[in-house]
């Protein structure tokens, strides 16, 4: 493939794949991989130990002051072949991925500040290109002029499968029911929210991965890659 660096912007709903297929495309291009869901995260999990959310409202102000104080880094850890997040140098992996960050996700990212904050962070990362984010906004928001956007989705009882078995699988004690209701519950915030609401960009490509394996979502989003670098 040529040596041309580009942006690959990967937006799209909650557990349809999306960060899977983007850490597997950076490692295939050498590209540095951006997982910005666990940036919201990371911010959630410090209002939570901080108490600063109750009844799955935040206090606004407080979150908002204390963005300062959380600086978000990310390492690959080669032996495992994924991601690292940290917090202020804690690694923080495990617990960010926790029900209890996902259940209350959506309104810290509701907070126009603390979008600002992240999307002021993501650009940063993206300014050498040879990059792939994930997330909801990143070719609308922060990548608007990304060279390949790919939108992905999968019906929502897929996705609650999938999440379900993940978290099963890490001995988490959960239920099906929860879980979809969780997904079905991140989609509406996240595609009604008045800031930056998850919605396909018009030149992003779809990809539904209901029906089709991870090496076929790959080799599909590889042959689009093909074609941004080399058309
Ligand atoms: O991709 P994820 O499920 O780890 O993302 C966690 C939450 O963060 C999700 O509910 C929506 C929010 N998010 C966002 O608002 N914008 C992004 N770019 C990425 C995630």
């Not at 606004?60 to 495992?80: C, M, N, P, R, Y």
């Not at 018009?202 to 991965?209: F, Y």
Request: hydrophobic share 35%.
């Amino acid at each position: 493939m040529s040596t041309k660096k580009i942006i690959i912007a990967i937006d799209g709903h909650s557990s349809c794949g999306k960060s899977t297929m983007a850490k597997q495309l950076a490692q295939k291009l050498g590209y540095v991989y951006i997982d910005t869901g666990a940036m919201y995260r990371v911010v959630t999990l410090v209002a939570l130990r901080k108490g600063w959310i109750e009844n799955k409202v935040p206090d606004k102000a407080k979150v908002i002051d204390g963005l300062k104080d959380i600086k978000i880094t990310f390492q690959w850890d080669e032996k495992q072949g994924k991601n690292t997040t940290f917090l202020n140098g804690e690694n923080v992996e495990e617990e960010i991925r926790r029900l209890e960050v996902s259940e209350n996700v959506s309104p810290i990212s509701t907070i126009a500040e603390v979008r600002a904050e992240m999307v002021h962070q993501q650009r940063e990362n993206g300014k050498e290109k040879g990059i792939v984010m994930d997330g909801r906004d990143i070719g609308t928001v922060v990548f608007p002029n990304a060279e390949l956007k790919i939108f992905m989705t999968a019906s929502p009882e897929i996705r609650a499968e999938r999440r379900y078995k993940e978290l099963k699988e890490k001995g988490l004690d959960v239920n099906f029911e929860e879980v979809l209701s969780n997904v079905e519950g991140r989609d509406k915030i996240d595609s009604t929210r008045e800031v930056s609401p998850l919605k396909q960009a018009g030149d992003a490509i779809v990809l539904d991965t209901s029906y089709m394996t991870r090496e076929e979502q790959l080799e599909w989003t590889i042959n689009k890659v093909k074609e941004r670098i080399e058309g």
